[in-house]
């Protein structure tokens, strides 16, 4: 599935640098950039859903680790504050 397209067009991960970091793996490995950028693209549509779920004042944690493909490093844990704070969730630390 991952080989023989992208995903949602539409749909944009909000981390500053990203689509330069997929470009970089995409370099080494187009599977593996579609693979990355599919991840992230869950992430946001995950995140939005999760956004309506949890009560006003509510926490929510994430433990992630970065990941490192062919000598580009993935900043997981600046990705997925990036995409908590566009869809709306506030005092974000990592």
Known sequence: MLGSGAPESDLKIPYKDFYTIIDQIAQ???LLARYVHKY????VLHSQELYKV???GGFIH???GNSKFY?????????F?????DVGFINISV
Do not use: G, N
């Open 54 to 56: 949890v009560k006003h």
């Open 40 to 43: 992230f693209s869950d992430i």
């Open 28 to 30: 080494t490995s187009d």
């Open 71 to 79: 000598d580009v490093m993935l900043p997981v844990e600046s990705i």
């Open 62 to 64: 994430y433990i992630v």
């Open 81 to 85: 504050a990036s995409i908590f704070q």
